[in-house]
């Protein structure tokens, strides 16, 4: 049986080429995507599954958890991909509440909101993988003012990983945080030094780890990093 892979954000940059990595590795891919066109299109040309998904909306996590329950009745690996970056020009004293609220929302709770609908899958088969897709901006060893919103919700996302990884401990369920790096993507602006596959390629490395992987670290390209 064909282990199953839930990829969020995945309708293009990142998040499409792991869900391509993943399904050469033959995993049974489920790309997710807000809009639902370019999520069907990516899908198809990829030749995975398709669910729609708002990170924002509970009722959309409920009903990717009844979808991913009823079509394949397990989820082996979880990779939370989906994130925004809003503040690039913005300043702790000055940036807007809004955009600070929607950012960790989007970044930090939203991967939190659904690790814990499909932890207890993953707990009754004794198996999971669950990457969080973090940053380097998240590291509380270089803090500073640049794009304060974003910094904070990958350092909450990292702590969050930390927890998670000592809630689930003794359990075959392995929860990482991994930077994919500075990647040539809509968000990492064509200056970024990395392709798309050499982003991907920590993400998937994280999420197909063995029985005696690490667990509760931060990494990138399979190299532990400092929080």
């Known amino acids: 049986m064909k282990k199953v892979v839930l990829v969020t954000g995945a309708n293009r940059g990142i998040g499409l080429e792991t869900a391509k990595q993943m399904k050469a590795k033959g995993y049974e891919v489920i790309l997710t995507s807000r809009d639902a066109k370019k999520g069907e299109v990516a899908a198809r040309d990829l030749g995975v599954h398709f669910h729609p998904f708002d990170v924002l909306s509970e009722k959309s996590i409920a009903a990717l ?18 994130g925004i970056l809003l503040d690039r020009n913005d300043h702790i004293l000055d940036i807007p509440e809004e955009k600070l609220r929607k950012t960790l929302d989007t970044n930090t709770y939203a991967p939190l909101a659904l690790t814990r609908a499909f932890l207890p899958m993953m707990l009754d088969q004794n198996y999971g993988r669950i990457v969080n897709v973090s940053s380097v901006l998240g590291q509380i060893i270089s803090f500073n003012d640049y794009t304060p919103a974003y910094r904070l919700s990958k350092l909450a996302l990292n702590g969050i990983t930390l927890m998670l990884a000592d809630a689930v401990k003794g359990k075959n369920i392995l929860i990482n945080s991994v930077h994919p790096g500075w990647v040539k993507t809509d968000m990492g602006g064509a ?35 400092e929080w």
């Open 191 to 225: 200056e970024a030094p990395l392709g798309l596959e050499e982003g991907a390629r920590g993400l998937v490395w994280a999420a197909t780890l063995p029985d005696n992987g690490p667990q509760g670290g931060f990494f990138q390209d399979g190299k532990r990093m």
């Open 65 to 82: 958890k009844s979808y991913v329950e009823t079509e394949f009745g397990r989820l082996d690996a979880l990779i939370n991909n989906a």
